[in-house]
C-alpha cells in the first residue's frame, strides 16, 4: 500500500508539473553554468533521459539517489567532456558502501586554454598577458535504500569561480528519490537540484583609481572596488519514467523544470545486453524545449534548442577482482562556429 501510494504521488507530481510547463521569463539570469554541463558518457548519449534508473558512480551529478544501488562495493569514474568553444570538462568521481548507507564524492573541473587578458589601459592586449579561469565543483553525496525498490539521496556542492584576482564562491544542495514499481517494468525518479545561495563576484580586479566626486584639482586618485551584482545559480526540478521492454530495452523519459529556463523534454533509448563475460549498450535520445509563453519578439536563437541527436555505447568486462567500464557519448549542437559535444568515461568497480 504504501509503494503505491508513492507511485501516484510521483506520477501526480510529474503531471501538475508537466502542466506549468514552458516558462522563459527568467532566461539568462543565472550564472554558474558549469553546474548544468553534463558528466559520464551514457548520459549524454540518452540526453540525459536515464535519470531513473542511474546508479553508482554515474548517478552522482544527475541523481544522487541511485549511489545507494552501486553493484559493488566501490566505484570510481573518470570521464573527459570536449565541451562547447573546445572548453575541456573533466570529471572524477568514487562511491563506496558503508554498511547500509553509500557515500561518494567527486570533483568537476573546466579548462579554458590561455585567454588574451584585456584592460581598459590594453584595449588590445599588446602586452600578451594571458589568464585562465578556474571553475571547480566538489561534491559529496549520501544515499539510503528504503524498503527494496525506494531510493533516497542527497549531495552538497562547494562551487569556485576565478578569474585573475576575482572570484565567487557558493553552495548548493541536491536531493533524489528513485522508485522501481513492484508490479510493472516502470521506474520513476525524481531530483530537485542546485538549491542553493546567490553567488557574488569580489576581488582585486574590481578596484579602480579614481578621482573622488566633487574633488578639487590636484586631489589624490583613490581606488574604488566596483560592487558586482549577485547571480542565482541554476536550480531545476527533474522527473524521469523509464519503462523496459523484455528486460533488454529501456525507454527513458525526463520532464525538466528550469528556475532560469525553458523547461526541456529529453528523451531516450538504449538497448542492454547482459552475459557472465561481460555486459554491454547501445542508445540514442534527444531534447527538445518546452516554449508556451508568447514568445513573438524573442530572438529565434533563445527560443531554439541549441543541441540534436545524441548517441554513443558501452561496455562493462569483468577482469580479476574488479570490473571495468569503458563508454562513448556523442551529442550534437546546432550553434554556428561551436564543436559538437563528445565525452569517454572509464569506470572501475571493486
Known sequence: MFKNKIALFLIALLVVTTAFAGTGKSVGTYGALELTIPTGAKAVALSESNMAVMAGADAMFYNPAGIAKLGTNMEAQLSHLSYLADIGVSYGAFVSKMGENTIGVSVKTLSFGDILRTTAEDPNGYQESYFSPKFVTVSASFA???????????????????????????????????YKAANMPLSIGVALKNIGVKMQFAGNDLEQLLDPVGSEEGTISENFAAVAQAFEIPASLDIGLTYTVANMVNVHGVFKNNSFGFNEFRLGADYSLKTDALSAWVGGGTSMYSVDDNTDDWDEAITENAYGVSFGGGLKIPIASFNLGIEYGYKSTALNGLNDLSVLALTFGF
Do not use: L
Open 144 to 178: 539510503k535504500m528504503f524498503f527494496d525498490r525506494v531510493a533516497f539521496g542527497a549531495s552538497f556542492k562547494g562551487i569556485s569561480e576565478t578569474f585573475v584576482q576575482t572570484s565567487a564562491s557558493g553552495y548548493a544542495f541536491d536531493m533524489g528519490v528513485q
